[in-house]
């Protein structure tokens, strides 16, 4: 399977030229077989330039489809196969009768899920538009707005299908990396941004550093009031974590009442000052009436280029049950 992610289309709709390309190939070299066939046609009535824009589109959409398998595609070289294939159903129209205008169909829909939103928009205005003068001309006006407006019709369902589809997407890619109750990222995204921190020290000595935060006691909190407010405890420390983190700061729920705050760019002693006051500011806001809920954090940076993920959450691990070992609410971290 080729799985790609076409990074030159900043498109909000469903793209095609992200994800899973097999199909695509397919559908394109399928395209490409039929243009031919076209060309060769209309190189034998003459119609010589019509011939050679199938024909360069072919080359094109060919040469486009090679740099998408070696991901070099760039969205320049799809507007430059938009920009000839338009050209030559005009120029199919123009030599072949109104009739070729039913052509436009598939393209205006493809268009929506090809181009980034403003340029397929702006695409489909200007075909519309022209489609409306030349059926205007050589049609009755009903049978030219009928045509026009089932062009439109096209239009508008494939972008509200693919709104739809896109919102749908969004939602589940976000239900896939995050934890539901709390909104945290999920233990799946970690080892990725771990990497990325790892990388960014490798490189450029710019230290990152993590907190491993654990609720303490919180099965006596279960036990006495019950997982209800055992779970509002949960979701009440994110959002007081969340408040006081930067935009780049990134929380996971690694477990029950488990945590990972991974802090870019972030020296060993400034993390450990985010954690201080993480623990201060639990007891100046109270997450149960009455009652202090405390945490024990353990703090670790990126230290040696040839650390792992694995080692780099061991030793914050390590440090955060010597946190509970040593009477817990506090900051332990090696130093």
């Known amino acids: 399977m080729n799985l790609i992610k076409f990074n030159g289309n900043n498109s909000i709709l469903p793209n ?17 077989f039929f243009v031919s066939i076209f060309a060769i046609r209309n190189f034998y009535y003459g119609n010589y330039l019509l011939a050679i824009t199938l024909s360069s589109y072919v080359i094109c959409s060919a040469f486009t489809t090679y740099q998408l398998r070696k991901h070099r595609a760039q969205q320049s070289q799809i507007n430059l196969c938009v920009t000839i294939l338009l050209f030559a159903l005009y120029l199919t129209v123009f030599n072949w009768g109104v009739s070729a205008v039913n052509w436009f ?20 205005v200007l075909v519309l538009i022209g489609i409306s003068w030349i059926t205007f001309e050589a049609l009755p006006f009903i049978e030219s707005f009928r045509l026009t407006f089932s062009l439109f019709l096209s239009m508008l369902i494939s972008y509200l299908v693919g709104a739809h589809v896109t919102k749908l997407h969004r939602v589940l890619q976000h239900e896939s990396i995050s934890d539901p109750l709390t909104g945290a990222l999920n233990r799946r995204q970690l080892d990725q941004h771990l990497t990325q921190c790892k990388e960014s020290y490798n490189n ?13 006691h919180f099965k006596s909190i279960n036990d006495t009031y019950g997982h209800d407010v055992g779970d509002d405890v949960i979701v009440g420390l994110v959002k007081l974590i969340k408040a006081y983190c930067r935009p780049d700061d990134l929380l996971f729920r690694i477990g029950g009442e488990e945590f990972i705050l991974l802090l870019p760019n972030t020296s060993l002693d400034n993390a450990v000052n985010v954690a201080n006051k993480l623990t201060a500011q639990l007891k100046a806001e109270p997450l149960i009436e009455q009652s202090v809920v405390t945490v024990s954090i353990g703090v670790a940076q990126t230290r040696d280029e040839a650390d792992s993920n694995s080692s780099w959450l061991k030793s914050a691990d390590e440090l955060m049950y010597q946190a509970k070992l040593t009477g817990r609410d506090r900051v332990c971290y090696d130093s």
């Open 16 to 32: 095609l030229f992200e994800g899973e390309l097999t199909y695509l190939y397919i559908i394109n070299s399928i395209a490409c």
């Open 105 to 124: 169909y598939p393209v205006v829909i493809a268009l929506v899920f090809i181009l980034p939103p403003k340029t397929s928009v702006i695409c489909n």
């Open 204 to 216: 450029h000595k710019i230290p990152a550093s993590l907190l491993m935060i654990d609720i303490d």
